[in-house]
């Protein structure tokens, strides 16, 4: 019994010994995360460049708010009257970005992004005529809570404001969002 045990034995070191897959081995560390839990242990960097442009979509977006509860003006660039595409180049402006001046020319600028990826900074744009085939509403991201972005922009009813793509009437007239930063 004593040797049939060891000759098992044997056979067994032999066999798991023998050649096999190779194994991947990994230089970076990895990080599972399961879906839904709020505490991540990672350390998050961001380059000079990513500081640089969030510091950019601040004073922008600064820029804008200080316009808020101005009226609406067809065509108006100051704080006596202001239209959407006003209110979004004025705010580039004053912060050394020249960008067109109206809604549908700006809409040709930048780099079309996802809604998921939409972050502070970046160009949410709308068609609201029924009539109308292109673009002629533009709206500046001030904040992204999970699902809910804020924008500010300039509405002919209420001058200018800040509101929620979640609220049914933009987000049906929503065509898409750009990144110009």
Sequence with gaps: MLRKTIILLLLFTISSCGPGKKRRTYSKTRTVTVEG???DT?????SKKEGRKNAKANEIVSTALTFSGTRYKYGGTTKRGMD???LVYVSLKENDIM???TSYQMALEGQ???VSDVEKGDLLYFKTSKTGRRI???GLVVDVDGDDIKFI???TSRGVLVSSLREGY???AFVKAMRIL
């Design 42 to 46: 990672s350390p998050k960097r961001k």
């Design 99 to 101: 960008f067109p001046r």
């Design 84 to 86: 959407c595409s006003g």
């Design 170 to 172: 933009w987000n049906s």
């Design 112 to 114: 079309k992004i996802r």
């Design 136 to 138: 002629n509403h533009v």
């Design 153 to 155: 922009h300039s509405t």
């Design 37 to 39: 839990s709020t505490t």
